[in-house]
């Protein structure tokens, strides 16, 4: 298998994730706050990489809560927010159904407006132009993905956050394509929430991610259950990560988040993504060798994560792909969750074919691309 679906899941991982994994699991049923037995410390293991969460994302004086996904995070975030009172939200082109989709529920009940923060055809986020949006209609909420999943732009978060708060908005950073990868200053007065993604970037496991927040913002929280402390309450509990995190924490993921952020650190950010890059140049130079590879959202003057769409001359993106999965390729094809993306790139409603690369993407996945190519081109 040559593996270029790295924005979906970042495949292999490192080798220490699954001896962290299997160390746990045939060794403990120990569940954090409710007993148990073995050679595990929950509460330890979890408070340990909430830490390396912190530094990771470098903002040591936020609160990290774990979630089951992204999504589940982006849903306690968003809800929470709205349910408070914002009404003007800005988003970006550029964002996920597991954003858009939370939005269109309460716009189409008339509680919120949502507007796009201006994108150029240069593919800039015009600041100035942002600037005017939020004169014009003051912004009450700010989501932005930070990288494209569709083609990898990185949006210049920091710059449009600090805007947004001079109109004392809300700012929430989806950071599913980048966190481990770019790094970015989380620990930001102007960043309210950033959410992460541990099967990707962060190269853990499956059913661990969740979010970094301001610990004096008081959210209402949308989800109830069990806790293990304070259960006379049947208040939720006020104290963070409590109030957020109910029910059994996924402590088998956390094992491997915890050795995967440990070898993140172990290598540096720096390091990785340098190689990020450089895979990056590698897959867009062997692309552009075809004639009938047409590559989306490129443009050299902006900064972009190994996430490149294509699409292929006289062929569907779906039978591109069943293509390259008779070759052993994975990819990705059609619109990526991100349909909003692809109204704004021209490829709605068919959608792109997805490359996506990562630190342990190799020449041998790129030879066997080739091969792939190059049957393509003998039969068009």
């Known amino acids: 298998m040559a593996y270029f679906n790295n924005a979906a899941t970042t495949f292999p991982k490192p080798e220490e994730v699954y001896k962290s994994m299997e160390l746990y699991f045939r060794g403990s049923t120990t569940n954090s706050g409710r007993g148990g037995n073995g050679k595990y410390d929950a509460d330890g293991l979890i408070e340990e990489t909430r830490h390396l969460v912190q530094r990771i994302l470098n903002c040591p004086g936020k609160q990290v809560v774990f979630e089951p996904s992204a999504t589940l995070s982006l849903n306690i ?40 923060l201006f ?48 109109y004392n908005a809300i700012t929430l950073l989806d950071m599913a394509q980048t966190a481990g990868l770019v790094k970015c200053d989380i620990g930001s007065s102007c960043v309210d929430y950033a959410v992460f993604a541990g099967h990707k970037t962060l190269l853990g496991p499956t059913g661990i991610s969740g979010y970094v927040m301001k610990p004096e913002i008081k959210l209402d929280p949308i989800l109830f259950g069990g806790t293990g402390i304070d259960s006379a309450n049947q208040d939720m509990p006020e104290g963070l990560p409590e109030r957020f995190e109910i029910g059994t924490q996924n402590i088998l993921g956390l094992a491997g988040l915890n050795a995967a952020l440990k070898w993140i650190e172990s290598k540096s950010i720096d390091e990785i993504r340098k190689k990020d890059n450089e895979n990056r140049s590698k897959l867009i130079s062997l692309l552009q060798s075809y004639w009938f590879v047409k590559l989306i959202g490129l443009n050299k003057e902006r900064e972009y994560i190994g996430v490149i769409s294509c699409l292929i001359e006289g062929i569907s993106s779906d039978s591109a792909g069943n293509i390259f ?30 490359f996506s690369v990562g630190y342990f993407t190799s020449d041998e996945d790129f030879n066997s691309l080739k091969h792939a190519l190059d049957y393509i081109e003998s039969n068009l």
């Open 77 to 116: 975030i968003i809800q929470g927010v709205i349910l408070s009172g914002a009404k003007i939200i800005y988003i970006s082109p550029f964002e996920h159904n597991s954003v858009t989709r939370i939005l269109h529920n309460y716009e189409q009940k008339g509680q919120i407006e949502v507007h796009q």
């Open 119 to 166: 994108v150029n055809e240069s593919l800039e986020f015009d600041l100035e132009r942002i600037q005017y949006q939020f004169d014009s209609e003051k912004p009450d909420f700010v989501i932005l993905s930070h990288a494209s999943n569709v083609i990898g732009l990185i949006a210049p978060a920091i710059d449009i956050f600090k805007s947004a708060k001079k």
């Open 325 to 354: 999965e008779r070759y052993g390729i994975v990819v990705r094809t059609g619109l990526q969750c991100a349909p909003l993306a692809h109204k704004f790139l021209g490829t709605f409603p068919a959608g792109t074919i997805r």
